[in-house]
């Protein structure tokens, strides 16, 4: 069957099969390697991308759900050449060590702060509840995020 | 003290932006023109004769190259953890494809096509036949005289029974002991978690040489596995470090080099290898389980007289690492406390289970949640607060570690002690009562050491580097370097820029390939930032002489009169412009035929500890048993931090598994030798919302001989914490639970027993 949808801007069709995860699609059709597999159940976040602004673990969407619909993956934050704020204040903060939950704890929080302007440090660990990191013990994260949300509230 | 332009700050590498913009690429992100997916057959029994494998279905699957097991593989056996080719305590029982599996998930066949979605149904369609045989599951029914044997040879891997001190002494006083203390602790088998899989990418080319890209610990020891098992020379196999998504020291033996090296070996095209979680909790490898049984005996003063140590591992199916790993928790005490007779008897035993294999710590996490749980029943015994046992007894600066004879170095653990203490208010805290509502507090420390590097273990402690600097003045680092994920080339970018005053972004380093990068044994004992940080040192300062002297001729000034200040080299009196390290280099080439590129082999010459002091509060909702960490504060002896932000992120990571492995985290096996953990659904782990505040305070005196003063702090960050959990809960409810993980149903059980045997009042259920 043929995918109609759009992935971090871009309008697209892929060939796909009926059982095809949208990870699949991202990470193998695609070549967005950014979006990461961990577990495959939809327990670690390392596959979180944005669809229609919501959250969500790619290993557990079928790519034909995405028809219609927008996707943002990692690759799609911050602009050419140029990293985002969230992405700015994660280097920043020293919250990347790995890297390997990094793009799945970026989208978590873009989505955060897309529909929270000025969250609480509780708020946005339970954004990031469904994103497990074994490299930061999580406080260099969440202070990236609250330190993006101040930058972008603005003075 | 001195002041630091780069030692202690952070700053941003070309690779940190490419982890927070997606384009770095990990192993499983790597595509090579024709390659072909793997999948492994997995064994589901616990011990079983293979007697017949028919692949005519799967090879019937479109796009299927191939189905692999023991007929076609070599017989030769290898030991996943062997990184020298004559390695002592190296085990080689493990074969390729197993015709005899020993645990649920060995390998027993393979399955390559060109697709991971077709490897994965043809994988489901091998038809393999088995005749289950006895299974034995832990490692004291493995050891009882007519248990089935494992392996031939008998289930009895290793023994080790080391003893210093006098074993006369009841206590250094020379007193009878006030107390003498028996405690056991249990340990269970637990998942390293890297939250990238397990992966290989192996190709062979037309010529016969094979590459191997693999996230490991060690490009050299993958070499050495892989070509002695394909009989291959060393120079005909390629092995290089891809980025790894963390390892913990799940990726640090050679679990699956040799059979995708195999695979690509026998399909002529590349072969890419990706494990899904199940296998990875089932069948890589897993932190063995362990006992230990602690005797001591302590002086009314509160003094150790002596600790006698009886340690049972599990090694699982395949010996590994574990002969040397349970030997190494016997030597973690003595860098630790002083003892006036200190003895440790272990054993390792084979069992049908999950194999297991070093995880971070090395067998000091282990030993300590013993030890540390223990030392509180002796605190207990004598009626002594917990941080006062301990601090009679911590080890000093320049003590020598009777096992060893060598120095613990500039041990700062006292201080650590002092002043973790005195920031968590210990004093007050510990006074408080638990409250006897639902809800329990209770607070808990624990002290732990690890090491900086394996000089005196019968490995190669040395590494070789090459710096080179370019003419317009960046730099060329050439090192078999393996960053796991905890900063190691940003630490030697640190190290090499505070040499020379450039910026360290403008060091280009690569890691560890065996083509190209000289011999570095790889990213284990935490010798990364106290070895490989002062080869690095040493490295740059070589390189600084060649372009002072060089700037000397070309001034035609003494040497010894110039300087390095911001990339240039300058007059020490401050006349005269400065020189610029690019026209250094570029007048080099063209005027003296020299290039600016120095190689140098460091090697270790010591190992001082390196120590952490954990304090914890827990809360405990006796209904449910379930506990939330309140907070924890870190006091770490670290030497100086080379970059600070990234140590506290270590010091985080650290504390989030010790807490996991106090509490929650556990892969268990059923009678059938299954684990019935498979997922992040059932293996927890802390998350966002668990995790506590963490404060982290730093001792750096600099009073070692590392780089800049530094010591380790990835692995020695882990060591106490699961034992200051235990005790904090057994604090806050006046249990004495032993087994870890603690539990709702431990700690339940334990309160119910409690209340049927009451000491003090408490909720029943």
Same mark, same amino acid.
């Given at each position: 069957?043929?995918?109609?949808?759009?992935?971090?801007?871009?309008?697209?069709?892929?060939?796909?099969?009926?059982?095809?995860?949208?990870?699949?699609?991202?990470?193998?059709?695609?070549?967005?390697?950014?979006?990461?597999?961990?577990?495959?159940?939809?327990?670690?976040?390392?596959?979180?991308?944005?669809?229609?602004?919501?959250?969500?673990?790619?290993?557990?969407?079928?790519?034909?759900?995405?028809?219609?619909?927008?996707?943002?993956?990692?690759?799609?934050?911050?602009?050419?050449?140029?990293?985002?704020?969230?992405?700015?204040?994660?280097?920043?903060?020293?919250?990347?060590?790995?890297?390997?939950?990094?793009?799945?704890?970026?989208?978590?929080?873009?989505?955060?702060?897309?529909?929270?302007?000025?969250?609480?440090?509780?708020?946005?660990?339970?954004?990031?509840?469904?994103?497990?990191?074994?490299?930061?013990?999580?406080?260099?994260?969440?202070?990236?995020?609250?330190?993006?949300?101040?930058?972008?509230?603005?003075? | 003290?001195?002041?630091?332009?780069?030692?202690?700050?952070?700053?941003?590498?070309?690779?940190?932006?490419?982890?927070?913009?997606?384009?770095?690429?990990? *192993?499983?992100?790597?595509?090579?023109?024709?390659?072909?997916?793997?999948?492994?057959?997995?064994?589901?029994? +616990?011990?079983?004769?293979?007697?017949?494998?028919?692949?005519?279905?799967?090879?019937?699957? &479109?796009?299927?190259?191939?189905?692999?097991?023991?007929?076609? +593989?070599?017989?030769?056996?290898?030991?996943?953890?062997?990184?020298?080719?004559?390695?002592? %305590?190296?085990?080689?029982?493990?074969?390729?494809?197993?015709?005899?599996?020993?645990?649920?998930?060995?390998?027993?066949?393979?399955?390559?096509?060109?697709?991971?979605?077709?490897?994965?149904?043809?994988?489901?369609?091998?038809?393999?036949?088995?005749?289950?045989?006895?299974?034995?599951?832990?490692?004291?029914?493995?050891?009882?005289?007519?248990?089935?044997?494992?392996?031939?040879?008998?289930?009895?891997?290793?023994?080790?029974?080391?003893?210093?001190?006098?074993?006369?002494?009841?206590?250094?006083?020379?007193?009878?002991?006030?107390?003498?203390?028996?405690?056991?602790?249990?340990?269970?088998?637990?998942?390293?978690?890297?939250?990238?899989?397990?992966?290989?990418?192996?190709?062979?080319?037309?010529? %016969?040489? @094979?590459?191997?890209?693999?996230?490991?610990?060690?490009?050299?020891?993958?070499?050495?596995?892989?070509?002695?098992?394909?009989?291959?020379?060393?120079?005909? #196999?390629?092995?290089?470090?891809? &980025?790894?998504?963390?390892?913990?020291?799940?990726?640090?033996?050679?679990?699956?080099?040799?059979?995708?090296?195999?695979?690509?070996?026998?399909?002529?095209?590349?072969?890419?290898?990706?494990?899904?979680?199940?296998?990875? @909790?089932?069948?890589?490898?897993?932190? &063995?389980?362990?006992?230990?049984?602690?005797?001591?005996?302590? *002086?009314?003063?509160?003094?150790? %007289?002596?600790?006698?140590?009886?340690?049972?591992?599990?090694?699982?199916?395949?010996?590994?690492?574990?002969?040397?790993?349970?030997?190494? /928790?016997?030597?973690?005490?003595?860098?630790?406390?002083?003892?006036?007779?200190?003895?440790?008897?272990?054993?390792?035993?084979?069992?049908?289970?999950? #194999?297991?294999?070093?995880?971070?710590?090395?067998?000091?996490?282990?030993?300590?949640?013993?030890?540390?749980?223990?030392?509180?029943?002796?605190?207990?015994?004598?009626?002594?607060? &917990?941080?006062?046992?301990?601090?009679?007894?911590?080890?000093?600066?320049?003590?020598?570690?009777?096992?060893?004879?060598?120095?613990?170095?500039?041990?700062?653990?006292?201080?650590?002690?002092?002043?973790?203490?005195?920031?968590?208010?210990?004093?007050?805290?510990?006074?408080?009562?638990?409250?006897?509502?639902?809800?329990?507090?209770?607070?808990?420390?624990?002290?732990?050491?690890?090491?900086? *590097?394996?000089?005196?273990?019968? $490995?190669?402690?040395?590494?070789?580097?090459?710096?080179?600097?370019?003419?317009?003045?960046?730099?060329?680092?050439?090192?078999?370097?393996?960053?796991?994920?905890?900063?190691?080339?940003?630490?030697?970018?640190?190290?090499?820029?505070?040499?020379?005053?450039?910026?360290?972004?403008?060091?280009?380093?690569?890691?560890?390939?065996?083509?190209?990068?000289?011999?570095?044994?790889?990213?284990?004992?935490?010798? /990364?930032?106290?070895?490989?940080?002062?080869?690095?040192?040493?490295?740059?300062?070589?390189?600084?002489?060649?372009?002072?002297?060089?700037?000397?001729?070309?001034?035609?000034?003494?040497?010894?009169?110039?300087?390095?200040?911001?990339?240039?080299?300058?007059?020490?009196?401050?006349? %005269?412009?400065?020189?610029?390290?690019?026209? @250094?280099?570029?007048?080099?080439?063209?005027?003296?035929?020299?290039?600016?590129?120095?190689?140098?082999?460091?090697?270790?010459?010591?190992?001082?500890?390196?120590?952490? #002091?954990?304090?914890?509060?827990?809360?405990?909702?006796?209904?449910?048993?379930?506990?939330?960490?309140?907070?924890?504060?870190?006091?770490?002896?670290?030497?100086?931090?080379?970059?600070?932000?990234?140590?506290?992120?270590?010091?985080?990571?650290?504390?989030?598994?010790?807490?996991?492995?106090?509490?929650?985290?556990?892969?268990?096996?059923?009678?059938?030798?299954?684990?019935?953990?498979?997922? $992040?659904?059932?293996?927890?782990?802390?998350?966002?919302?668990?995790?506590?505040?963490?404060?982290?305070?730093?001792?750096?005196?600099?009073?070692?001989?590392?780089?800049?003063?530094?010591?380790?702090?990835?692995?020695?960050?882990?060591?106490?914490? +699961?034992?200051?959990?235990?005790?904090? #809960?057994?604090?806050?409810?006046?249990?004495?639970?032993?087994?870890?993980?603690?539990?709702?149903?431990?700690?339940?059980?334990?309160?119910?027993?409690?209340?049927?045997?009451?000491?003090?009042?408490?909720?029943?259920?």
């Amino acid at each position: 069957m043929l995918l109609k949808t759009t992935v971090n801007g871009r309008r697209l069709q892929v060939r796909i099969e009926a059982d095809t995860r949208l990870i699949d699609v991202l990470r193998d059709s695609l070549g967005l390697t950014g979006t990461k597999e961990g577990c495959g159940e939809g327990e670690c976040g390392a596959c979180t991308v944005l669809i229609d602004g919501v959250p969500m673990n790619s290993c557990l969407v079928l790519a034909a759900q995405a028809g219609g619909r927008s996707v943002l993956t990692v690759e799609g934050l911050g602009s050419p050449g140029e990293p985002g704020v969230l992405q700015r204040q994660f280097v920043a903060h020293g919250a990347v060590q790995c890297g390997f939950c990094t793009p799945g704890m970026l989208m978590s929080a873009t989505a955060l702060l897309a529909r929270n302007r000025n969250p609480s440090e509780a708020q946005i660990r339970q954004a990031l509840a469904g994103n497990l990191c074994r490299c930061t013990g999580y406080a260099a994260i969440v202070a990236a995020v609250a330190a993006a949300a101040r930058e972008l509230a603005g003075p | 003290m001195r002041e630091f332009k780069y030692v202690g700050s952070a700053f941003c590498a070309p690779e940190t932006i490419a982890r927070v913009n997606g384009a770095l690429r990990f *192993g499983a992100d790597l595509r090579l023109p024709g390659m072909l997916h793997a999948q492994l057959v997995l064994s589901p029994h +616990a011990h079983a004769r293979v007697t017949g494998i028919d692949p005519t279905r799967a090879l019937a699957i &479109p796009g299927v190259a191939g189905v692999y097991s023991h007929h076609d +593989a070599p017989t030769r056996r290898y030991c996943r953890y062997r990184i020298l080719p004559a390695q002592a %305590g190296c085990i080689d029982d493990e074969p390729l494809f197993a015709s005899t599996p020993r645990f649920v998930g060995d390998r027993v066949a393979a399955v390559v096509a060109t697709s991971r979605q077709a490897a994965r149904a043809a994988a489901r369609e091998v038809d393999i036949r088995y005749a289950p045989l006895p299974a034995v599951l832990s490692p004291e029914a493995s050891l009882e005289p007519d248990a089935a044997a494992i392996q031939p040879g008998g289930n009895l891997i290793s023994t080790y029974d080391l003893a210093v001190g006098d074993s006369a002494a009841k206590d250094r006083s020379g007193d009878t002991p006030a107390v003498i203390t028996v405690t056991e602790v249990r340990t269970p088998m637990l998942h390293h978690a890297a939250l990238e899989p397990h992966l290989c990418l192996a190709d062979c080319d037309s010529s %016969g040489q @094979i590459t191997v890209w693999s996230p490991c610990q060690s490009v050299y020891g993958a070499r050495t596995v892989v070509a002695d098992l394909l009989g291959l020379p060393y120079n005909r #196999v390629r092995v290089v470090k891809v &980025p790894m998504g963390g390892s913990f020291g799940g990726k640090q033996e050679f679990i699956l080099e040799p059979v995708t090296a195999f695979l690509a070996m026998q399909t002529g095209k590349p072969v890419l290898l990706v494990l899904d979680r199940e296998e990875c @909790i089932r069948a890589t490898m897993v932190r &063995p389980e362990q006992r230990s049984v602690m005797r001591s005996t302590t *002086g009314a003063d509160g003094r150790l %007289g002596s600790l006698d140590i009886d340690t049972l591992l599990s090694a699982g199916a395949y010996a590994g690492s574990s002969p040397d790993y349970a030997e190494a /928790m016997a030597h973690k005490l003595t860098r630790l406390y002083r003892f006036g007779h200190y003895r440790h008897r272990g054993r390792v035993a084979y069992t049908n289970g999950p #194999v297991g294999g070093g995880m971070r710590g090395w067998g000091a996490p282990d030993i300590a949640t013993c030890a540390e749980i223990h030392l509180d029943h002796v605190a207990a015994a004598l009626g002594m607060d &917990p941080v006062e046992l301990r601090r009679r007894n911590l080890v000093a600066p320049g003590d020598i570690d009777p096992l060893t004879g060598k120095s613990v170095g500039d041990a700062r653990v006292r201080d650590c002690l002092d002043l973790g203490a005195r920031a968590f208010r210990w004093s007050e805290r510990v006074g408080l009562p638990p409250g006897d509502g639902r809800w329990r507090r209770g607070v808990g420390l624990a002290c732990g050491a690890h090491k900086n *590097g394996v000089l005196s273990e019968s $490995f190669p402690e040395f590494s070789t580097m090459t710096l080179k600097m370019n003419e317009d003045g960046s730099l060329d680092l050439n090192a078999s370097v393996h960053e796991v994920g905890a900063g190691t080339l940003d630490t030697l970018r640190t190290i090499i820029a505070e040499e020379l005053d450039i910026d360290p972004a403008s060091i280009s380093a690569r890691e560890a390939d065996t083509a190209s990068t000289p011999y570095d044994f790889g990213c284990f004992g935490s010798r /990364m930032t106290y070895v490989c940080g002062a080869a690095a040192l040493q490295l740059a300062a070589l390189l600084r002489e060649r372009l002072v002297g060089t700037a000397a001729e070309l001034l035609g000034a003494g040497a010894q009169g110039l300087t390095v200040r911001d990339g240039a080299v300058w007059s020490i009196d401050g006349g %005269g412009r400065g020189l610029a390290y690019a026209d @250094i280099v570029q007048r080099a080439h063209v005027l003296y035929g020299r290039d600016m590129i120095v190689t140098h082999t460091y090697r270790g010459w010591s190992n001082p500890g390196s120590y952490a #002091v954990q304090f914890a509060g827990v809360e405990v909702d006796v209904l449910t048993g379930l506990v939330r960490v309140t907070d924890v504060l870190a006091a770490i002896d670290i030497g100086r931090a080379i970059n600070r932000q990234r140590v506290e992120g270590q010091c985080g990571g650290a504390i989030q598994a010790g807490i996991g492995s106090a509490l929650c985290e556990e892969v268990d096996m059923d009678a059938a030798g299954r684990a019935g953990v498979g997922g $992040f659904r059932n293996y927890h782990m802390f998350n966002a919302v668990d995790m506590p505040p963490v404060t982290v305070l730093l001792v750096e005196h600099d009073g070692d001989d590392g780089p800049y003063g530094a010591k380790s702090v990835g692995e020695v960050a882990t060591v106490p914490t +699961a034992a200051a959990i235990v005790n904090a #809960v057994n604090r806050a409810l006046g249990t004495r639970i032993t087994t870890l993980p603690l539990t709702p149903e431990r700690i339940v059980a334990a309160l119910c027993d409690q209340s049927a045997h009451p000491r003090r009042s408490a909720a029943c259920c």
